[in-house]
């Protein structure tokens, strides 16, 4: 049985309205950045970032494609990740001369965007940058150069708005915190 998000959800850190205030902000902050840019191309890691695409391209106002991307970093354990990142889904586009921007639900170690960023910079995009929502700074293991960061959040196992917790609560529209007592995987 899958269990229901409230039997262990320690508090809600980032509230619906929270987010989409600062969402908004995020977006016409890019807005301003690509005036009068070209070509500009927002690229979705799956499957974290789509609640976070979906809403962010609603605030920004500059016309833009989206495009997606699945990697996946395999390491010592589940909820750990490694330095080693493989493409599972490619690019459908050509990023060579655009603007690109990587959309990212969450940034923990930073090894996920690091080989992302290296790997997607040999494809020559005339500028490549990060967005991601959340960033537990305190556990970086690499830098990753971050252009636009939603809220920098403590050291938690975070689910809800896109995250999830054994591949469920992506759906829920406020980011929590779990209890790792009372959470039971299914
Ligand atoms: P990194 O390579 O360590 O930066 O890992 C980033 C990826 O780990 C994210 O894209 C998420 O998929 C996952 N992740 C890290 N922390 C959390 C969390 O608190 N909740 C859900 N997923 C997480
Ligand atoms: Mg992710």
Excluded: W
């Excluded at 509230?15 to 009068?36: N, V």
């Excluded at 494609?65 to 996946?72: D, N, Q, T």
């Excluded at 599972?88 to 050509?94: F, G, K």
């Amino acid at each position: 049985m899958v269990q229901d998000y409230r039997d262990f959800l320690a508090e809600v850190l980032i509230s619906e309205e929270d987010l989409h205030r600062r969402i908004k902000e995020m977006g016409e902050e890019i807005s301003k950045d690509y005036l009068g840019e070209d070509q500009l191309l927002l690229v979705c890691i799956l499957r974290g970032g789509v609640m976070f695409l979906t809403d962010l391209m609603r605030e920004i106002r500059h016309p833009h494609a989206i495009e997606f991307m699945a990697v996946s970093s395999y390491g010592v354990g589940k909820r750990e990740t490694s330095g080693q990142t493989r493409i599972n889904l490619d690019l459908n586009t050509d990023i060579r001369d655009k603007n690109v921007i990587l959309v990212e639900d969450i940034i923990d170690s930073g090894h996920t965007l690091a080989s992302v960023l290296e790997m997607l910079s040999l494809r020559k995009p005339k500028s490549l940058s990060v967005c991601t929502l959340l960033d537990k700074a305190e556990r970086r293991e690499v830098y990753v150069p971050v252009k636009y960061t939603g809220f920098v959040i403590p050291n938690k196992f975070v689910f809800g708005y896109g995250l999830d917790i054994d591949d469920y609560y992506r759906n829920l529209p406020f980011v929590g915190v779990v209890d790792l007592n009372r959470y039971k995987p299914g």
